[in-house]
Structure formats: structure tokens, C-alpha cells
């Protein structure tokens, strides 16, 4: 008797864990008729927020693969001085207050910060902003995939004759890649929600600097059906990364580095 | 487990009576623009300073205010029409002016020299009172061709100022009060009164607020001589124009 009503209690709680995370994503697609949410899609607004936001984010991604990378390999593989420090450095942005990272680059990168540049209000700003928030994720996957990978491999790969740069293109990067394209999903999803940081940094401009994430905040107080359409068209495509990622880790497991970002759906 | 579920339960119920105790302050959306005067007018009343395009918004979606002030009239007007607020009334009027960083980078000493290229002028949004005052004022100087240089539109005038007293952006339009709270940071340029646009504020109660008698006192307040002194302090101009 006692255990059924502990069990009960145990699904209810579930119940209503799951319809909490459920309903507001579901009431964003019940909120407008279909077609008029394909509809309003077609607006300038939506287009230009789309295309400024796949723009950003996808140079920020290649920004952060080619510097992210050499410097998750470092983590992983060397053991020196102030290897922790980097570490939680690397770390911190993600745990960090959006707001404080737009103050924190308009310190650095501002007309009147440390480095004295024009870059606020310029589409570099986004991709800054972008690459700052979400590149740790990559970064911190990163670090576990190279990890992973089997040191007596790599040992081989260079007794056997290959360079340094060879074991790591043919040896290592194949063995990580999993963990990479996991790491690179998920800090691509972050990327694309930016908004703290780059509405403070970069300002919002249609065409320019305004993301899907700000023309959803300035369409909100003007028209709440447009900023409901973009809405679901962030839920679908975060949806969609979900799904990629959640494929990828299925392929093929680069030994124990994936398993801990996601819990398996099968 | 029952034992935290119980205390787990009790904790959220607690937390949001908290939240939601009604006591005898009233709820305040108001525009940006007012957050220093405001508060001196009603030190104890809750405050909540946004665009005044958010404010309707939220207040349009069920927010729990129990005053709206608006920096126009057409937005409370709009929210009176479909029944979200009483009819409002005009308290304070304003000014535009056109705002520099104090180290003046882009050399600008009148609203005509932001007809040159490379300008970064910062102005709010559209849907922000502020933004379509802005667009009035260019309008009424024939200067709509200076939109080209715009960097940024931002969600309210609090937004655009800070931009420029930072020094990010070269110029920006606000109201005169604003420029007021950081005289050290920005110079003020004026707009010439022939350009400037009819600003006043409206401010209503929300109809589904549940402290009607503490709006309505609020409300009163801000039109008391007392209330009106202290927003010509602040720089807000007599809500009829003498």
C-alpha cells in the first residue's frame, strides 16, 4: 500500500516535470494557426534575422573550431602548470550572466575599452559575442573527446613513423570526432540563442546585427505574432540540432567521452 | 520521499506568497524615461521601468500591474480602447534633444552633421515612443536620409543613452531628462522647437489590476502639485503647456 502511494507520488511528480517543460513550447504552436505562423515567416524581419543569425553563428563556429581545437588538444594531452586554471577559465563563460559578457566585451573591444576598437555595432560584434558565449561548450567537449582517445594509439601511430601533425589528422581527430561534432551541435544551439551578450555588445539593427533572439525581443512589444513565429521556428530548429546531435552520438561511440552530454533517447 | 515532496511543496508556497503579497503599493509599469523621477515621487511603490511598447505588451499578456505611464498617449489610448486600462490622462510633457559623448568623436555640433557618412547614431526602435519621436524630428528637418547611419535600434531611450555615454555610439536621440542624469558623460545639442514633436505622457489604471484604490492614489500623486514640482525637477515639462 505504502509503496503504491510512493510510486504514484513518483509519477505524478514525473507528470508534471514533463508537462512544465512541455506546455511552453507547445503553447508557442497553439498560440497562431499555421498558416498564418508560415506566413508571417515571410516577413523582412524574420528572413533578415535568419540569415544574420546563421551568418553569425556559423563564422563564430569556424572561429572557434580552428582556435577551440588546438587548445582543447593542449588541454587534453599535456599535463603543465595551471592546466586547472585553463580549465575553469574556459569553463567560466558558461556559467556567466549573458549581461556580464557584453559589459566584459564592450570593456575590452568597446571605442573606450582596452583595445580600443570599432567593432560594437558591426556584425563582428555578433560573431564575438557569439564565439565568446558558446565556444567553452566546444571547447569543454572537446577537451573529453581528445581525452578519450587511447594513448597507446597515438603512441603507435608515431612509433610507426607518422609525425605529430600526421597522428593527429589521421589518428586522433578520427577517434574524437564524435565528441567534436557533439560539442560543435551544442555550442552551435547556444550560438544561435545568443542574446544578453550581443544586444549589449553589438546593439540591434535589422540586417545587420539583429539575431532571431533580438527580432523576437523587439517584435514581442510591437507584434507578439511575429515574435510567436519566430519563436517556433527556433523551437524547430533546436529541435532539429537536438536531433543531430542525438544521431551523432549514436554512430559511433568515441569510447566514454559522449555518453556524459546527453542522455541516451533509445 | 513524502517527507520531501511536503517540504518541497511547502517551500514553493512559500516563496510565492511572498511573491505575492499585496500590500498597500501599487504596481508601476512606466517608461524608462521615468526611472529617477518616479521613484522620488513614491519611494515605496513597486517599479517596473521598460520601453512603453513592452510595458502595453506585457500588460496586454496579462501582467500584474496596477498603473501604466506611458511616454505617449497613443499607447495607453490603444490599451484603453481594447479595455486593458482606464482612460488616461496626460501628466508631463518632454523634449527631444540630440545627444554627443562628451569626447565628441565624431565632431557633430547640430542635428544637420549627422548628414555625414560613417556616423554612428544610435536611436531606438521603431515601436519605442522615443524611436517614432526621433523619426517625427528628422521628419519635421528633412534629414530622413541620416536613418542610413544608424548602428542601432534599441528597446528603449535608457539603451540608447547609455550607448552613448559609454562613447560607443557617436550620437543618439533622447529625451531632455535623460540627457540630465549624466551631465559629465554626454553634451546636449538642441533640436529646435519647430521640429520637436508633441511628447506627452499618459498614464491609466490597468483594468485587471486587483489595487485599484492604490493606483488611483498613485496616480493622484503624480498629478499633486507636490508630484508635479517634482517632475519639473527632473526636467519634465507642465502637463499643459502654458
Redesign the interface.
Known sequence: MKRAVSGLLVAAAAAIALGFLILPMLAIFLRVPPGRLLHLLTTSIVTDALVVSFKTTAIAQVLILVFGTPLAWLIASRRFRGRGLAITLVELPLVLPPAVAGLGLLAAFGRTGLLKTSIPFTQTAVVLAVAFVSSPLYIRAAVAAFEGVDPNLVAASRTLGAGPGRTFFRVVLPLARTGLAAGEALAFARGLGEFGATIMFAGSLQGVTQTLPLAIYSAFAIDFDTAIAMGALLVVISAVLLVFLKLVLSWRSSGPTSSFLFARST | ??LA?AVMLALVVAATAAASTDTTQPTVFAAASLTDAFPKIAPKARFSFA?S??L??QI??GAPADVFASANTALPDALHTDGFCSKPVIFTRNTLVLIVPKSN?ADIHGVYDLRRKGI?L?IA????PVGSYTLQVLKNMGLSGVLKN??????DVREVLA?IA????DAGFVYSTDARTVPNKVHVLKIPAWAQPKVQYGICIVSRSSNKPAAQAFIKRVLSPAGQKMMLRYGFLPRVKK
Not at chain 2, 125 to 128: E, F
Not at chain 2, 150 to 155: A, D, K, M, Q
Open positions: 520521499m513524502k515532496l520601453g511598447n513592452a502595453a505588451a496586454r499578456q568623436p554612428k544610435v526602435d521603431k515601436g519605442v544608424v548602428v542601432s535600434r534599441e528597446t550607448k559609454l562613447g560607443e555610439g
